[in-house]
């Protein structure tokens, strides 16, 4: 499936103050590959103390020097999957994310280099390239409703393809970048 990435150079993406919360950037690595576009995701390594062992975008939080959240999603992915910035032609952003630990998530979407990624970091266990294709097919893609004590109840997405499942803040990140740039529309319920 072909997506309509250039739909994001206009999108007026949302941004949410920062004040007193943390700052991260993550990177949504789209790649062209076998006539269709792909995502390319990493699985987090069972020895990180948050999320481990889940799907997510190569990124991390805001560090000094970094020119902005951009930079730090560029950054992270090299960390990460040795993306070098020069691979990446960034087309845009999608709306900030608020995060479950306080913080605030900035989604940058970039065409990326189409080869193989390796984890180069111990917070990655492996890197994983899903077809876009697989992800809007309804099959794949499933909804559940989570209450939090804190945060009250929410609904979240679940794509499930060749036995990973994208869900919490990155399925909420899938989703969003789905609904601008893929003709689906998501299954009811």
Do not use: C, K
Request: no cysteine.
């Amino acid at each position: 499936m072909r997506l309509d990435i250039d739909a994001l150079t206009g999108y007026d993406a949302r941004t949410i103050a920062t004040e007193h919360a943390e700052q991260a950037g993550v990177l949504v690595p789209v790649i062209e590959r076998d006539g269709g576009h792909h995502i390319l995701f990493t699985e987090r390594s069972d020895q990180m103390p948050t999320h481990a062992g889940e799907m997510s975008f190569p990124g991390g939080g805001w560090e000094e020097g970094d020119d902005d959240l951009t930079a730090t999603a560029l950054r992270e992915a090299h960390e990460e999957v040795g993306l070098r910035p020069d691979e990446a032609t960034v087309v845009g952003r999608l709306d900030d994310v608020p995060g479950p630990y306080g913080h605030v998530v900035r989604p940058v979407v970039a065409h990326v280099a189409d080869r193989e990624y390796r984890p180069t970091s111990r917070e990655v266990a492996q890197v994983i390239v899903l077809p876009v294709e697989a992800l809007v097919d309804p099959t794949n893609y499933s909804t559940e409703r989570r209450s939090h004590p804190e945060r009250g109840t929410a609904t979240l997405p679940f794509f499930r393809v060749d036995g990973h499942t994208v869900w919490g803040l990155t399925g909420f990140i899938l989703q969003t970048f789905l609904d601008l740039t893929a003709d689906w529309e998501p299954p009811e319920g």
